[in-house]
């Protein structure tokens, strides 16, 4: 659905969000936008991801699961 709007009336797609300063514990801070965007709370267990040249992807682990569900059924559905 291009063009449609996301559920907090955001335009659907990419955001940017701001920056976030690493602290001395190599800590950072979420911004508020992006922490209700994608429904994280205090607690959440993230799942971090990196790339040398791409960079780092901080997700909830089950992006990562339904993404690997996709992948099997696609798997399931080639002809052998």
Do not use: S
Not at 39 to 68: F, H, M, R, S, Y
Request: no cysteine; aromatic share 4%; hydrophobic share 40%.
């Amino acid at each position: 659905m291009a063009g449609g709007k996301h559920l907090l009336g955001k335009p659907k797609g990419k955001h940017i969000f701001g920056t976030a300063k690493v602290g001395e514990k190599g800590q950072i801070v979420i911004p508020k936008e992006a922490r209700t965007l994608f429904g994280v709370q205090p607690g959440d267990t993230l799942l971090i991801l990196g790339d040398e040249q791409t960079g780092i992807i901080v997700t909830k682990p089950e992006v990562i699961e339904n993404a690997a569900m996709k992948i099997f059924e696609e798997m399931e559905r080639e002809p052998k």
